[in-house]
């Protein structure tokens, strides 16, 4: 009789200590429930920064307003370039595209801006862009502006030390044909005002 009284003591010691296990489970995994619905992680999404940001840039006017658009177009595509974004290439080219009139005077440089709004290799896009520039540069030079600079800039480096120029709003070298690989690689040649 001992014996089996020792028995069920065991065993109703055992049960009680199975259930009470797995109740304090079921507690702590409500806890962390409720914890997790009290706290919900948070998922930050840092934004790329703009490499095309400078210290000090020039607000440019042109006193003829077609060629004012065609080169806010312009740099817009630079920035896209300078932030190496062969989307954004495409979309600004796209833009760009539209603002430039439909004439004899512009007629490579509307192709040149179709081209880059068509074309998705980043490399590409930097080799139509040396052509973009030169077509703008002919059409801004003869235009008055009204306020502002245009800062004419060339990389030694780019296309294997062929060199490329390009335009821009700013004294400080944003590199459209390397990006945040030479970001600062560059010099300005030449003030048009």
Aim: aromatic share 8%; proline share 3%.
């Amino acid at each position: 009789m001992k014996k089996t009284v020792v028995q069920l003591t065991m065993i109703f010691a055992a049960a009680i200590l199975i259930i009470s296990c797995g109740q304090d489970k079921k507690t702590e995994t409500k806890e962390s429930q409720e914890t997790t619905e009290e706290k919900p992680a948070e998922v930050v999404i840092q934004p790329m920064a703009d490499l095309d940001v400078t210290d000090a840039s020039t607000d440019v006017k042109f006193a003829n307003e077609s060629v004012n658009a065609i080169y806010i177009n312009y740099l817009r595509v630079k920035a896209a370039l300078v932030n190496s974004d062969n989307a954004l290439t495409m979309k600004t080219g796209s833009q760009l595209f539209d603002a430039i009139p439909e004439d004899e005077a512009t007629k490579e440089l509307k192709a040149t801006a179709e081209l880059l709004s068509v074309t998705k290799e980043i490399k590409k896009q930097r080799d139509f862009f040396v052509t973009l520039t030169d077509e703008v540069e002919k059409l801004i030079k003869n235009e008055e502006i009204t306020s502002g600079e245009v800062y004419k800039q060339f990389c030694p480096m780019a296309f294997e030390g062929q060199g490329g120029f390009w335009l821009s709003n700013s004294k400080e070298i944003r590199n459209p044909y390397y990006g945040d690989k030479m970001l600062k690689c560059g010099s300005v040649k030449e003030t048009i005002k």
